[in-house]
C-alpha cells in the first residue's frame, strides 16, 4: 500500500473520513436507483414513449461509462480531492435539474449530469487507501463495496416512496439535498491529495468515446422508428463505429490513454471483457424487461399494475443475492478453479431468465427469478476482477480493469437501449405492447446469456490449455500478475448491487503471498 504520508489528514478528520466516504458511495447507489423502476413513471409524466423514457436510465450508464475513466485519470494525481468535489457538484446540479418540473429533455440531461456520479466510488477506494493506515483501510474499503449494493438494494423502494407519495420529481430532490450534504462533509474532511504526477487528460480520447456510443445507441433506440433498413439508421450507425474505431486507433497512438486498449490483446482480459460487456446486455434487458412487466396493468391481459414501491422491492432479492454470491465465490473458491466459477455465473443468470420466458403469471416468481439472476451476476462480477489482474504485470492492473469497467458499462447502456426496442417491436412505442413482446425479449435474453456462457467456457480452456488456471486451495502457481494487497477492483456501482470482492482476496493463499511478493520486488510495479 503507497504511503499515506503526502494525503494523511489530521486525527478528526481522519475518523471522520470513513463515514463520509461511506455516505458518498450510498449516494452513489440511491442516485442511480432512480433509474429503471422510474420508466413507466416518467413515461405517463413527460407525456414520452416508453421507449423515449429509457434514456433516462441509459444516457446515466453512458456518461459512466466515459466518466469513470476519465475521473480515474484525473483524480489519479495530484488532483483527487478536487475532482471528488466537482464531481459531487455535478451530480448536485443534475439532480436538480431532474428534480425540476421542465421539459423531458431537462429531465435526460439532469440524468446525464448524475453519471458522473459514478466514477465516485473508485475514487473514494483510492482515498481510503492513501489516507488510512493498512489495517484500517482494508475493512473500510470492504464496507464501501458492500455500502454500495446494500444502498441499491434500499434505495429502489426508497424512491418508490418518494415518487409514489410525492410525485416522480421527489425522488429527485432527496437525491439533491442528499448529494448536497455529502458535498458539505467531503469538503470538510477529505485529505489532500496525495503528491503523484499528473497527466493531461485525454479529452479526445473522451469525446471519441463518448460520441461513438452515444451514436450507437441512439441508433438502436430509433431503429424500430426509422426502419432497421433506412439510409438515416444506416448512416449514424457507421458513423458511430467509424468514431469507435479512431478512438481505438487514439488510444494506440497516445503516451497516456484514457483507456489502455493494447491490453485486450491478452487472451484472458479479452475473453473477461467480451463476458462483461455481454453479462452487461443480458442483465440490463431483464432488468428493464421485469420492471416495465410488472407495472403493466392487468387490463392489458397481463401484468400485476404494481406500484413504483412494489417495483423496487421486487428487484430488492437481486441486490441481496449479488451480496451473498460474493461470500459464497470466497467459498468455492477453495474448491474450484477460479474461471471455472465465470461460466457457472452465466448459466445461473440464464436459468432466471428462463423462469421469466416460462413462469410470470405471478409476482412472486418476479422476485425469484430476479434472485436467481443477481446470484448469477455475482458469480461473474466477483471473479473478472481477480482473473484480469492475474493475466496482467501488476503496474497494468489499473488499466485492465478500467477498461473491463469501461465495457460493462457499455453493456449496461446497450441492454438498457435494447430493451426498449424489443419490447415495442409489435405495438409500437406509444402503447401497451401486447405479452408476447415480453416472451420474445426473453428469449432474446437467453440467447445473450448462452453466448456469454459459451465464451466464458472458452476462456476456461484457453486458462487451461495455458497452464494458468489460478488455483484451488489443493495447490498449483501464482500467476506471474500481481495482486496489490488491499486493493480491491471495484465493480460498478450502477443500477444493480454488484460484490466488489477484493481481487486478492479470490486468490488462494500461497498464490496471494507469492503475488504480493512480486509487487515488492518489482520495479515500478503496483499504483
Not at 231 to 237: D, E, H, N, S
Not at 301 to 322: C, D, E, H, Q
Not at 382 to 401: D, N, Q, R, Y
Not at 469 to 487: C, M, N, W
Request: proline share 7%; hydrophobic share 50%; net charge positive.
Amino acid at each position: 500500500m503507497p504511503s499515506p504520508s503526502h494525503a494523511a489528514p489530521s486525527p478528526g478528520r481522519r475518523s471522520a473520513l470513513t463515514p463520509v466516504l461511506l455516505s458518498l458511495a450510498m449516494l452513489v447507489a440511491v442516485i442511480s436507483s432512480l433509474g429503471a423502476p422510474l420508466i413507466p413513471t416518467i413515461a405517463e409524466v413527460d407525456g414520452v414513449s416508453v421507449a423515449d423514457a429509457q434514456w433516462s436510465l441509459t444516457v446515466t450508464m453512458l456518461v459512466g461509462a466515459v466518466a469513470t475513466p476519465a475521473m480515474g485519470r484525473l483524480g489519479d494525481g495530484p488532483h483527487r480531492r478536487r475532482v471528488i468535489l466537482v464531481g459531487l457538484a455535478v451530480v448536485l446540479v443534475g439532480s436538480v435539474l431532474a428534480a425540476l418540473p421542465l421539459s423531458f429533455a431537462w429531465l435526460i440531461a439532469g440524468r446525464a449530469l448524475q453519471g458522473a456520479g459514478i466514477g465516485l466510488t473508485p475514487l473514494a477506494m483510492a482515498t481510503v487507501r492513501d489516507a488510512l493506515p493498512a489495517e484500517k483501510a482494508r475493512p473500510a474499503i470492504a464496507t464501501l463495496s458492500l455500502t454500495s449494493a446494500v444502498g441499491v438494494g434500499l434505495g429502489y423502494p426508497v424512491t418508490g416512496l418518494f415518487a409514489t407519495y410525492l410525485g416522480l420529481h421527489s425522488g429527485f430532490w432527496f437525491a439533491a439535498v442528499a448529494a448536497a450534504a455529502v458535498l458539505v462533509a467531503c469538503a470538510l474532511v477529505l485529505p489532500p491529495s496525495p503528491a503523484r504526477p499528473s497527466h493531461r487528460l485525454d479529452t479526445p480520447g473522451a469525446l471519441l468515446l463518448g460520441l461513438g456510443l452515444g451514436g450507437l445507441l441512439f441508433a438502436l433506440s430509433q431503429a424500430e422508428r426509422w426502419g432497421w433498413t433506412s439510409p438515416r439508421l444506416l448512416i449514424v450507425g457507421l458513423v458511430a463505429v467509424l468514431l469507435l474505431v479512431w478512438w481505438v486507433l487514439h488510444e494506440l497512438r497516445t503516451a497516456h490513454p484514457l483507456v489502455d486498449v493494447r491490453l485486450v490483446k491478452e487472451r484472458t482480459v479479452l475473453a473477461t471483457d467480451l463476458t462483461a460487456v455481454l453479462s452487461g446486455v443480458g442483465l440490463y434487458v431483464m432488468m428493464s424487461v421485469v420492471t416495465r412487466y410488472v407495472q403493466t396493468p392487468p387490463s392489458a391481459g397481463y401484468g400485476f399494475g404494481a406500484t413504483v414501491v412494489v417495483t423496487g422491492l421486487t428487484l430488492v432479492p437481486f441486490s441481496l443475492a449479488s451480496l451473498v454470491s460474493g461470500r459464497v465465490v470466497r467459498v468455492l473458491v477453495r474448491r474450484v478453479p477460479l474461471a471455472s466459477l465465470l461460466p457457472l455465473g452465466c448459466v445461473v443468470s440464464l436459468v432466471g431468465t428462463i423462469v421469466f420466458v416460462f413462469a410470470r403469471n405471478s409476482l412472486w416468481e418476479m422476485f425469484v427469478l430476479m434472485g436467481v439472476i443477481g446470484l448469477g451476476v455475482g458469480f461473474t462480477v466477483s471473479v473478472m476482477p481477480a482473473l484480469i489482474v492475474s493475466a496482467v504485470p501488476a503496474h497494468e492492473t489499473g488499466s485492465a480493469t478500467s477498461f473491463n469497467q469501461v465495457v460493462k458499462y457499455i453493456g449496461y447502456s446497450t441492454g438498457s437501449a435494447l430493451s426498449a426496442v424489443v419490447v415495442t417491436s409489435a405495438a409500437g412505442s406509444s402503447t401497451v405492447p401486447p405479452d408476447r413482446d415480453y416472451g420474445t425479449a426473453g428469449v432474446l435474453d437467453c440467447a445473450v446469456w448462452i453466448l456469454t456462457a459459451l465464451v466464458a467456457w472458452l476462456l476456461v480452456r484457453s486458462h487451461r490449455t495455458a497452464g494458468r488456471t489460478v488455483p484451488a486451495a489443493r495447490g498449483g502457481q501464482a500467476r506471474e500478475a500481481a495482486v496489490v494487497a488491499a486493493e480491491p477492483v471495484q465493480a460498478a456501482e450502477t443500477d444493480t448491487a454488484e460484490p466488489a470482492t477484493p481481487a486478492d482476496q479470490l486468490l488462494p493463499g500461497a498464490a496471494r503471498r507469492t503475488a504480493r511478493q512480486d509487487v515488492s520486488g518489482r520495479p515500478g510495479a503496483g499504483r
